[in-house]
């Protein structure tokens, strides 16, 4: 068996090919458990703790047989052929009510791809391999912009997980922008820079970028429009100065100007 899962995009479970479409996809509860220990492998969590996962805004006090259901429907939706009273592969637990998921080597997670892909990157980068980190760093974008499970954007249990990857999508924009200004890649600098300053209209790097190219292609007047519509915005809604207006940019538009 193989079971491929996708967390940024829909979310969704592939088994051998075929999407799991039965009783884990329709119990919300099971959905977001299974979420929960593919996002900490390994991780070994009491009873008492998933309830208050799964349930947080619920004083039940049906909340182990709620368990014990959930914890039956996601077996039988990842194993169907399960027979009554046989052990999961990946759910396991100890006697004393701690659970945690063995991936038994045959799950491959989009997660896990984006560590991959961000780690090569980091390494390509360092090593000055430009053309690889690049590669690295777009393929790693391409998740970004399906978005990490678009279907709980406001379910507590994930936040930290997607604060993780909104910072590390930041991260990586930039270091993306820096590699094409430093492969010479101007015709990919300016569209990347006016997409980042969509997200994000007070990265002093995208304006910084979009200058710099504007200046090479000895478009003055556009690098002095650019700088001055940045700086107008970063005073009046942050109340301060830019910080590249001591810059070299800065100099070189006086020059120029």
């Not at 967390?7 to 996809?25: E, M, N, W, Y």
């Not at 309830?51 to 182990?64: Q, S």
């Not at 430093?182 to 990265?203: N, R, W």
């Not at 940045?230 to 109340?239: E, K």
Request: with cysteine; charged share 25%.
């Amino acid at each position: 068996m193989r079971y491929e899962t996708y967390l940024f995009g829909p979310f969704k479970v592939v088994r051998d090919g075929i999407p799991l479409t039965h009783s884990a996809s329709r119990r919300a509860s099971a959905r977001t458990l299974l979420k929960w220990f593919l996002l900490n492998p390994g991780v070994r969590i009491g009873s008492a703790a998933l309830c208050r996962l799964l349930w947080p805004d619920h004083r039940l006090t049906d909340k182990p047989n709620k368990l014990h259901v959930t914890l039956h429907h996601l077996r039988h939706a990842l194993e169907p052929e399960l027979a009554a009273r046989q052990p999961s592969t990946f759910i396991r637990s100890t006697k004393d009510g701690m659970y945690w998921f063995n991936f038994s080597q045959c799950w491959w997670i989009d997660v896990v791809d984006v560590e991959r892909l961000f780690t090569e990157g980091t390494i390509a980068e360092s090593n000055g391999n430009v053309h690889a980190a690049i590669s690295a760093y777009e393929n790693l974008l391409d998740y970004y912009e399906k978005i990490f499970l678009p279907e709980d954007l406001f379910d507590e249990v994930f936040d930290s997980f997607r604060t993780v990857h909104e910072v590390r999508q930041r991260t990586v924009q930039h270091r993306l922008l820096r590699l094409y200004m430093q492969g010479g890649m101007t015709h990919k600098v300016l569209p990347f820079a006016l997409s980042i300053l969509e997200c994000d209209p007070y990265s002093e790097e995208a304006s910084a970028a979009i200058v710099e190219v504007n200046l090479r292609q000895g478009n003055v007047l556009a690098a002095q429009l650019q700088f001055a519509d940045h700086l107008r915005l970063v005073q009046r809604d942050l109340g301060a100065n830019s910080g590249w207006v001591a810059s070299e940019l800065w100099e070189l538009l006086r020059k120029t100007g």
